[in-house]
């Protein structure tokens, strides 16, 4: 399961995630959000207890399709066990590279 | 080497044929009736035809305009050929003993015939060709022959290992042409084959086992018309036991490298142990993998049924469950899984009856970060060699089962740097 809320500010569009980000949600989620918008696109992963490496692999065609048309995805707040699992497969320093992965809790 | 009593005598009239002593006495000796024609080619290319008046594994009684003594060259099949000399002392005028003393394969040289070279020359094959194929339209005896040289050529190849059986095929019906007669055959499996190859005119093979499961056969069946056509029949169980031993040896050296670089924490282990792994302990959750939904609701049945004191690798286990399933839809289309508990230790199985992981590919898709047969990240072992604290991994041409152990205190954790190659 996996909710998703969207919020569009001038320059930003904020996704708010609530649930598992896998194998069986990814798809909705590159469908919601597509290859281009914004300049920012910011996931909130807060909500998100539980990701698999299709999920990773999932943030990072985002992340690839976003840069190409000159935007940039921010992960905003995981959850440790979910931080960790990103570190491991070196998603974090590609996203923190672009200043993008933050921890800090709104 | 004996001459002849006959030609000893007189002068014969004409060339010695049927001559008993012409060369070695032996149950090896053949004459072949009639004579086999051959060409035997000097060393300047010059070719003289020869027929075989008679033969033994070691030499020829040839009629030959050739000149005697003199080193020639018989050539049977692109990769068997014989280099012969002739002994002038033994055999007059035309007729004379030729000595083997090469004969080259494809994967050798030997100094003297084997079975079915020297049955090609003593004219038994020949006759099989010739007597299978006489009743064909005169276009197709060509190609029929051609077909039959090529399989006894191949024949040649595995004859190392042992030579099993020619057969003619008529209307549901067997006849042994040449081989090893005490050699039994699974004849149901191989009349299903010539009723095919027959049917649809074409060329079949297939490797059969034995009901005992003792033997393994290579049949071949080479149709000729819609009823009748040849089978070759190979003994290839030595071959297939060597090749099992060789794989044997291979997976014993991955087992040692894949375990000495994962620090001890994935282990190869055969059926046997693989069996064993699924009795410990007792179960406390299963289920299956057939679609990507199944993957989430087996995590929700995983965190409802884990014991308290694991709670702390819960989500440790939810992910590796995840990532071994996933694995299984993805390659074998689909599996099982189980969740184990022995004391303080949680063990989860997931099983698939794919075609496995081919040995060559087995290090790269355990250990290499982003190495995958299927379009994907590529990382889902990466993770599992991380979170869970011992692995166990049996995999062949009949599934594959994955064990992961998660102890209730974990072991330090593996320095992914050092084992994984990051592209």
Partial sequence: ?106 | MRQCYECAQKEPASPCVECKDFIQQGPLRRVPSPPTRILLEDEQGKKYPADILALNTTEFGLETEAPVPGRYVIRLQESLWIEVAGVPLKGKNNVHVFDILCVHRRQGTARRLKNEEYQLLAGSTGQLVAEISRHLPEHLQDLVREKLLAELEKSELISAIRVGKVLKYEGGRFRCLSGRADLDLPMEEAEKLMRQATRHAEHRREVIISADGQKVFDFHGVPFDHRSGGLLAFDITEVIEKERKIHRQEMEVYREAISAVTGGRLHLVNSEEAKKLLSKGVEIAKGEARQAHDIPKARQVLRESLPGIFSHRQHAIALCLSEAQANVLKHAGGGCWQARQAGDLVRIIVQDRGSGIKTSELARATLMQHYSTKNSMGCGFTLMLYYADYLYLNTGPSGTTLALDFGNVRTDRLDLEKITERR
């Fill in chain 1, 1 to 106: 399961m996996l909710k998703i809320e969207v919020d569009v500010d001038p320059g930003v569009r904020r996704v708010v995630l609530n649930g598992e980000l896998a194998m069986e949600t990814i798809a909705v989620l590159q469908e919601v959000v597509g290859k281009e918008g914004e300049h920012t696109l910011e996931l909130d992963l807060s909500g998100v207890s539980f990701v698999d490496s299709t999920g990773l692999k999932g943030l990072l065609d985002i992340n690839n399709d976003w840069q190409q048309k000159g935007g940039q995805l921010l992960i905003l707040h995981p959850q440790p066990d979910v931080a960790e699992v990103m570190q491991l497969v070196g998603l974090d320093k590609l996203l923190t590279q672009n200043g993008a992965l933050t921890g800090k809790k709104r």
